[in-house]
């Protein structure tokens, strides 16, 4: 089976830089994603690891170590509009993604 | 907008009942998955066909069943409805069958009362 532990809120300033963890557990592993969901809204797309290191593009950065099993999104000059919930997800055969439980950004001004 | 279509949009039924909702992938995406969120269980994977055929399957549970037509539009039947059932059903699409990218159609929101 696979599972995935993320925090569940986490809060920031507007400007700062947060980071949020994924540690997962797998009997396969294909990658990591990050995806981002607005209340209301559907899960979007953020980034994907495959390989270690990281994945930067615009203010998300994104990381992984295959051998510790853990990944990070770090997300750079907080602005209102990134409060949101974010999921990371386990990538499977075929694609199919096991979602964490989220972690809920609030970032105040 | 993702490109991904799902229809109805909210549905309120009563227990017992049989539901189908609907979706239509990103144009030239093969893949279609299926998930369930509810506040309590999160995103959940059900199901997932490409081009036609079921390639991997969650925790769905016996009552619910999919298809993946030629057009490769989907449709995911719920039946003998039960409360526990309420929740965002989302559909999502993808081109490939790697990259953790998936587009997410907009959700029907399924309440049963």
């Known amino acids: 089976g696979q599972s995935l532990e993320q925090p569940s809120e986490v809060t920031a300033v507007e400007g700062a830089i947060v980071q949020i963890n994924c540690t997962y557990q797998t009997s396969g592993f294909y990658g990591l994603s990050w995806y981002q969901q607005h209340d209301g809204g559907a899960p979007t797309f953020l980034s994907y690891?495959?390989?270690?290191g990281l994945e930067e593009t615009g203010r998300f950065s994104s990381f992984l170590s295959r051998s510790d099993s853990y990944g990070y999104l770090l997300l750079q000059e907080l602005q209102m509009k990134d409060s949101a919930s974010y999921f990371c997800?386990?990538?499977?055969?075929?694609?199919?993604?096991?979602f964490g439980g989220g972690t809920r950004l609030m970032v105040k001004p | 907008d993702s490109g991904v279509t799902q229809t109805p949009k909210h549905l309120i039924t009563a227990t017992g009942q049989r539901v189908t909702l609907r979706c239509s992938p990103r144009?030239?995406?093969?893949?279609v998955y299926w998930y369930q969120q509810s506040l309590d269980q999160g995103l959940q994977f059900l199901i997932q066909y490409y081009n036609g055929e079921e390639r991997a399957k969650g925790n769905i549970l016996e009552r619910f069943s999919a298809q993946q037509f030629p057009d490769l539009h989907s449709e995911l039947n719920l039946s003998s409805l039960e409360l526990g059932d309420s929740a965002l059903y989302f559909c999502?699409?993808?081109?490939?069958?790697?990259?953790?990218?998936?587009?997410f159609g907009p959700g029907t929101r399924l309440t049963v009362t």
């Open positions: 997800a386990v990538g499977g055969a075929g694609n199919m993604l096991t």
């Open positions: 144009s030239g995406d093969l893949s």
């Open positions: 999502a699409s993808s081109a490939r069958t790697g990259g953790g990218e998936q587009y």
């Open positions: 690891n495959a390989l270690d």
